[in-house]
Antibody, heavy 120, light 106 residues
Framework: LQLQESGPGLVKPSETLSLTCTVS??????????WGWVRQSPGKGLEWLGS???????YYRPSLTSRLTIEIDPSNRQLSLKLRSVTAADTAVYFC?????????????WGQGTLVTVSS | SYALTQPPAVSVSPGQIATITCSGD??????VSWYQQRPGQSPVLVMY???TRPSGIPERFSGSNSGDTATLTISGTQAVDEADYYC?????????FGGGTKLTVL
């Protein structure tokens, strides 16, 4: 399995950060997995943002629910992230990753990550 | 919100045992995963469901979870094990990461 993030590397403050993750196989259609976004600010730790099921069911980090939307397009093997009203604090490497369901909610596959800088 | 606490740094000599802890309220009731992240790379899963090693992870990696503390143990630590390590759990309908531990092998 390979995951590949893509999108602009520079976003202006107050605008919307939009990223796409392309998945290499049909596990995106499986009921056995969720697809998540995790970010890492420079020099900092990992922060889970949200996850989506193949059906479109989502759950988000509580502090981001008002700004974050994650969508999925299994037919094109893609998921997307939209983070609105960004500030410099949203500057980070953004990873997409796959995790399981129920008690298997560990991330077993990760993309290489893409750096997004928020700056005017 | 649920929090996982890790020591910021751990040092170990080559060939010795490295122990990295992860603390959280009643953590033993949750399944803990561990990730290794080398500089400039994506995280790699090294342990899940507390003590299960994914395929391809060396046997020197082991895990446990009891009470409020989960532990990742690296036996016979090698220079290649120098990296940041993160614990992670599912709690209160969210995925939570610990702050990370920098393992130095010197």
């Amino acid at each position: 399995l390979q995951l590949q993030e893509s999108g602009p590397g520079l976003v202006k403050p107050s605008e919307t950060l939009s990223l796409t993750c392309t998945v290499s196989d049909d596990s995106i259609r499986s009921s056995g997995f969720y697809w998540g976004w995790v970010r890492q600010s420079p020099g900092k730790g990992l922060e889970w943002l949200g996850s989506i099921f193949y059906s479109g069911s989502t759950y988000y980090r509580p502090s981001l629910t008002s700004r974050l939307t994650i969508e999925i397009d299994p037919s094109n093997r893609q998921l997307s992230l939209k983070l609105r009203s960004v500030t410099a604090a949203d500057t980070a490497v953004y990873f997409c990753a796959r995790h399981g369901v129920a008690e298997l909610r560990h991330f077993d596959s990760w993309g290489q990550g893409t750096l997004v800088t928020v700056s005017s | 919100s649920y929090a996982l606490t890790q020591p910021p740094a751990v040092s170990v000599s080559p060939g010795q045992i490295a122990t990295i802890t992860c603390s959280g309220d009643k953590l033993e009731d949750k399944h803990v995963s561990w990730y290794q992240q080398r500089p400039g790379q994506s995280p790699v899963l090294v342990m899940y469901r507390d003590d299960t090693r994914p395929s391809g992870i060396p046997e020197r990696f082991s895990g446990s979870n009891s009470g409020d503390t989960a532990t990742l143990t690296i036996s016979g630590t090698q220079a290649v094990d120098e990296a940041d390590y993160y614990c992670q759990a599912w709690a209160s309908s969210t995925l939570v990461f610990g702050g990370g531990t920098k393992l130095t092998v010197l």
